[in-house]
Structures are given as structure tokens and as C-alpha cells.
């Protein structure tokens, strides 16, 4: 399992105000942690890969205007060989958009989730549906997307102490 | 045994108690794999789930670790009290308009707190609303951490310090605000809520 990835990313410096605090929280930064693992590189994958979900991860990275994070997502991705590769031209930057109908959705929908999940309905699972997208993976990348957005507001949170405790 | 009739799904915020009713097909339990019914924790003694576990089975292992980051999160001891960390929640559902989220954890620090005043003025205002001082800089937090990408700046994180939260509350109210940027990302798409069924007259 990877360690201490939103402390890495925060920077959260070692003896530092914030670090002492956290150390009453080391079973929620472990439980993160395994979080990451779980839908980023789950043992069931089922219909989104670990190159998809990196790609994914890496582009809801960008919509939150987290460089780092993004950067640990691309690392993923390139980890995840050949099949990353595509991925990184089509899925793991906003401006692009892959041509599969499938996955067109399953990033349609990862955005959707990531900027603007209020503005989801029963509608948006009806078109995952409909561009053949299994209810088990609409779960899974639910989970996924909303996990990176947990992530990325533990991080941001967690910086913006920095310097001030 | 059959369906009781739906009522109608709730947009507007409220404290009463809710039903939430998903948009795919819950896992069956006298279906689910042992890995499904170990990760709802479905043990001889305990065979009550909810149709949102039920629905999120279909993901068993993010379900496994999620279930108890949450409890930790929530109902951890020392640091921010438990009725701030339900203000953190609220001001996440607030945001995303989670309606159910929302209701739950409303009614939480109601509870928590003895009065219904400061929900009262959050609903009806949203982000905007005014509060007491303590309350407010902590709902602020919130909601700023809640948008995307998330708003907050050395100078929120000043303002929280100077109002006299410790290190340790106000990492407390970074995780409460975002495990409800996770949870809010599920329960408002995945479903939604409704009143529950009127129960018939004794």
C-alpha cells in the first residue's frame, strides 16, 4: 500500500503544528490511504481498469487546480504502461476527449461529479446506461471520483494551515 | 410483500427525517458474495441494511474502508465537538445540495445543540447565511473547502486560528467538511430522497 500520500502532497512538514495534531489522526490518514488504493488500484477492477481510473484521477486532479495531486496520477498512469499511454492524450487532460462512446460518458460523468454534482439527476445514470456503462461501474466510478474530491479537500485544507498554526 | 407507494422526490432543504431511494438496483442481499456482505457488515445478529449500503455493495472493497474513515471522521475522540463537525457537513451538503445529507446531519447538530435556530437560518439562506461568530467561521470554512477547485486560503485558515480553534479541531473540520464532498458525491447522484410513506392509522 502507498503511505502517507495526502501528507506527501500537502507537504506537511515533519514537527510541525499540523503533523503533531494529525498524529491523534493516524488512523484516518491510514484509512485514506487504503481508500486510495481501493478505487485506484481495487483487486475487482470490473469494468474501469487501473490505467482508466488513473486517467480519470489525473483529470479530476486538474479541475481542482491541484498540480501535485495531478502529477501523482499521471505517475499512475504511466505505471500502468501501454494502456496509459492513449489515455493520457484523451482522458487525463480537460481539454481532451476520447472518441470510445463509453468511456466518452464515463468522463462526462467524472466531470459532472467533479464540478458541478448538484447539478446531477436521474438522468445522468440513465445515459451511463444507455452508453453501456454497468451499474457495478457506475458505482465504482462513482466512488472513485468522489474519493478524489475527499482527497483534494483534505490537501487543500491541510495547506492552507500551513505557515499559519 | 408489496411496494409501498412513493411519494415524490424532495429539492428543498429540511431537518425531518428522510428517504432515500436509489437510482440503480441494490445488491440482493440473499445474493451478495461474502466479500459484499463482510464490507455491509451483515453478521447472524445484524441482517438491517439500508438501500444505500445496499447500492454501494456493488463496490465492496471502497466500501470497506469508507464505512469506517467515515465513523472515524465523524464520532472521533478529542478535538472539534460533534455538533461542529455536523455544522462542517452541513455547510458540504449545502454546496453540493444534498438534500439527504443535508437532512441528516441538520437534524444531528439540532439535536447536538438543543435548538433548530441556526439550521433554520442556514436553509433558508445557504451559503450566504449569517451566523454567530464561532459558527460562522467554521460553516464559512466549509464551504469554501466545498467548491471547486477548493476555495480556502492561508487567511481562512487565520481566521479559524484566531477565532481560537486548535490545530487539531480545525483538521478535524477539513476532514468532516470533505469526507461530505465524498459522501454528497454519492448520495445525490446515486438517488434520491423522498418523504417516507405515511404510516397508516392505529
Known amino acids: ?29 491510514k484509512l485514506s490511504d487504503a481508500s486510495h488504493d481501493a478505487v485506484l488500484r481495487p483487486k475487482a477492477p470490473g469494468g474501469l481498469s487501473h490505467a482508466v481510473r488513473a486517467a480519470l484521477a489525473a483529470r479530476m486532479a486538474v479541475w481542482l487546480g491541484d498540480d501535485a495531486l495531478a502529477g501523482h496520477y499521471r505517475t499512475l498512469l504511466v505505471e500502468a504502461g501501454r ?14 476527449a476520447p472518441r470510445d462512446r463509453r ?61 499559519v498554526l | 410483500m408489496s411496494e409501498p407507494v412513493q411519494n415524490s422526490p424532495v429539492h428543498e432543504f429540511t431537518a425531518e427525517p428522510l428517504q432515500w431511494v436509489p437510482y440503480l438496483t441494490p445488491v440482493r442481499l440473499e445474493e451478495a458474495t461474502p466479500e459484499q456482505l463482510d464490507a455491509m457488515k451483515v453478521t447472524p445478529s445484524n441482517k438491517k441494511v439500508s438501500d444505500y449500503v445496499l447500492t454501494l455493495a456493488h ?26 463537525r455536523e455544522l462542517g457537513a452541513v455547510g458540504a451538503s449545502i454546496v453540493n445540495h444534498c438534500v439527504y445529507c443535508a437532512s441528516v446531519h441538520a437534524a444531528q447538530f439540532n439535536r447536538l445543540t438543543e435548538r433548530t435556530d441556526v439550521i433554520e437560518r442556514i436553509f433558508a439562506d445557504g451559503a450566504a447565511a449569517e451566523l454567530e461568530e464561532h ?34 479541531e480545525i483538521a478535524d473540520l477539513v476532514l468532516s467538511a470533505a469526507i461530505f464532498g465524498w459522501a454528497n458525491r454519492l448520495m445525490h447522484t446515486l438517488g434520491e430522497p423522498r418523504r417516507p410513506p405515511a404510516k397508516p392509522a392505529a
Open chain 1, 1 to 29: 500500500m502507498q503511505t502517507d500520500i495526502i501528507e506527501r502532497i500537502a507537504g506537511i512538514a515533519a514537527g510541525s503544528p499540523l503533523a503533531e495534531a494529525l498524529k491523534a489522526r493516524a488512523e484516518i490518514m
Open chain 1, 83 to 96: 494502456a496509459g499511454s492513449d489515455l493520457a492524450a484523451t482522458v487525463a487532460t480537460p481539454e481532451a
Open chain 1, 103 to 163: 468511456l466518452a460518458a464515463i468522463v462526462r460523468h467524472a466531470d459532472l461529479l467533479t464540478r458541478e454534482p448538484r447539478a446531477a439527476t436521474r438522468d445522468d445514470i440513465q445515459a451511463l446506461r444507455a452508453a453501456g456503462v454497468e451499474e457495478s461501474d457506475i458505482v465504482r466510478l462513482s466512488e472513485l471520483t468522489a474519493f478524489v474530491n475527499y482527497q483534494a479537500r483534505v490537501i487543500a485544507g491541510f495547506r492552507s494551515l500551513q505557515g
Open chain 2, 59 to 84: 463496490d465492496p472493497e471502497s466500501l470497506a474502508v469508507r464505512s469506517p474513515l467515515f465513523n472515524a471522521i465523524m464520532y472521533g475522540r478529542d478535538g472539534l465537538s460533534r455538533a461542529e
Open chain 2, 135 to 168: 459558527q460562522q467561521v467554521i460553516f464559512d470554512f466549509a464551504v469554501k473547502l466545498s467548491e471547486t477547485p477548493p476555495a480556502v486560503t492561508h487567511e481562512d485558515a487565520a481566521v479559524l486560528r484566531d477565532c481560537g480553534l486548535s490545530a487539531l
